[in-house]
């Protein structure tokens, strides 16, 4: 069971089960002493204090899910604290019941306005202090149930939300966007950001005449056989996937999050994608299907970070210089080939094996008026 | 005053607050004779309230009803009427009989 799993689990505890601490504040020690036993004797647990400030104090130390607070107190009066306690958002929820002189009239008033919930009279009758506290107990009871339920609902629906995303997003760039959920439609109308990325373009060569001569069912099959491997292998090196099209997966690295070693992560991405999918490929071939490996294209540089679309489609993704150069290598990619833009490769050649690299020179890639430096990688 | 003046009947439960409460009490009637002695209207006052409040609450209805007597003297100043109440308090809490149920 998830940590969310847990947590809306324990939001369904009976209320029976749940104890129920009233701080009582009196200067008179005999008079706190006796609404303590009182309410002890109810199954309550009660703490007692002599002053207003104390009280505060011991409020903000550990809350309590009531307080029976006595009007004439030394120092700061009863209607004082009560005004601090129902002006604080931290404590304003906390039930009061303010304790005055049966025939204090303009007190009863100065209390509501202070934000008292209830008055009980001095002197104090038993059953007139049972019948208030329990009424207020149930009121504390049924509102904490019903958030507690809330919340369970809250933290279940983000974990349907978290499971419906991740099947389209990576795990990450899920969390991100369930986490500003509160904020509205944020995560969707933030301004876009230039970020500097390493893109990683990954193609299944030769697929296009594979679904030639397949039938469509088969050809979903295969499809989400090899994305399956390939996206677990990106997740695997925390890159983020930003685009699946046809048989071609589009994923970033330093974006949303840092990455300062980014382009060993998408070396490493790259060889795992290629080696874990060697034994789907094995198998295709036995079943007489004719495909030929993934081909990859990395390169680095800046790119954008946004939401393009429209508000009816929109599609968290990067554009730029980037983007376009990866995507211009993996045409050229042959199966279990890597090619790496030179700044890439100059990163991370340390992590290359001696001599399994090989200098394609400057290569005019399409729509690039300057040409590209090119290294291959066969794995 | 006959005897049923000073019977107070307090439930079982408060048994063990009670030897306190007597010795708090005792304590209030000195701080009654202190005040009055030096003209201390407003201690008086704040006394008398207190005292109205805790008794009945504790089953000693007539502390709450001296206090309210001590509470009023004090408002108007009454010193006679104050000196009389605090006389009570004293004869009564030298003979109270507690019964517990």
């Known amino acids: ?379 | 005053m006959d005897d049923e003046a000073y019977r107070v009947t307090v439930a079982k439960d408060l048994e063990d607050l009670i030897p306190v409460f007597l010795r708090n009490r005792g304590k209030e009637l000195d701080a009654l004779r202190a005040a009055l002695a030096a003209a201390d209207f407003e201690q008086l006052r704040q006394l008398g309230h207190r005292m109205k409040g805790v008794g009945t609450s504790y089953g000693f209805n007539r502390v709450s009803t001296i206090g309210k007597g001590v509470e009023d003297g004090a408002r108007s100043g009454d010193r006679a009427s104050l000196e009389a109440s605090i006389a009570e308090y004293g004869d009564y809490l030298s003979k109270v009989k507690i019964a517990y149920e």
């Not at chain 1, 706190?32 to 409020?59: K, N, P, S």
């Not at chain 1, 099947?167 to 969390?175: G, K, N």
Request: net charge negative.
């Open chain 1, 1 to 379: 069971m998830s940590a969310l799993s847990d947590l809306a689990s324990a939001g369904k505890l009976a209320p029976a089960q749940v104890e129920f601490r009233v701080l009582v504040v009196d200067d008179d020690p005999d008079m706190a002493a006796f609404l303590a036993r009182l309410l002890g004797a109810e199954g309550m647990i009660a703490d007692t204090v002599f002053d207003g400030e104390t009280a505060l104090e011991r409020v903000a130390a550990a809350p309590p899910d009531l307080i029976l607070l006595d009007v004439m107190l030394p120092g700061a009066d009863g209607f004082t604290i009560c005004e601090k306690l129902k002006g604080d958002p931290a404590t304003a929820m906390i039930p009061i019941v303010l304790v005055t002189a049966l025939e204090d009239q303009a007190n009863r008033v100065r209390g509501i306005r202070a934000g008292g919930d209830d008055f009980l009279s001095k002197p104090v009758k038993r059953e007139e202090l049972l019948a208030r506290v329990n009424t207020l107990r149930r009121l504390h009871e049924t509102r904490r149930e019903l958030e507690a339920r809330r919340l369970a609902a809250e933290v279940q629906r983000k974990e349907t939300l978290h499971r419906a995303f991740t099947r389209y997003v990576s795990p990450r760039l899920a969390d991100r966007i369930i986490a500003e959920l509160g904020d509205h439609d944020a995560p969707f109308r933030g301004a876009a950001q230039r970020v500097s990325v390493v893109a990683l373009f990954a193609d299944l060569r030769g697929f296009t005449r594979l679904t030639e001569r397949t039938a469509v069912d088969e050809v979903v099959g295969l499809l989400n056989q090899y994305f399956g491997v390939i996206t677990e292998a990106a997740y695997r090196h925390d890159g983020t996937i930003f685009g699946m099209a046809g048989d071609g997966l589009l994923v970033g690295f330093n974006v949303p999050f840092s990455q300062p070693d980014a382009a060993a992560r998408a070396w490493k991405a790259a060889r795992d994608m290629v080696e874990s999918f060697s034994p789907v490929l094995a198998a295709w071939t036995a079943r007489g299907r004719m495909a030929t490996g993934v081909g990859i294209g990395v390169a680095s540089g800046e790119a954008i970070l946004g939401n393009i679309g429209s508000p009816h489609f929109m599609s968290h993704t990067i554009i730029g210089d980037a983007v376009n150069t990866a995507a211009r290598l993996v045409r050229m990619a042959k199966p279990a080939e890597v090619l790496l833009a030179g700044p890439v490769y100059e990163a991370i050649r340390a992590l290359i094996p001696a001599g399994a690299a090989q200098s394609l020179g400057d290569v005019a890639l399409r729509g690039k008026t300057e040409p590209t430096p090119v290294f291959s990688v066969r794995l």
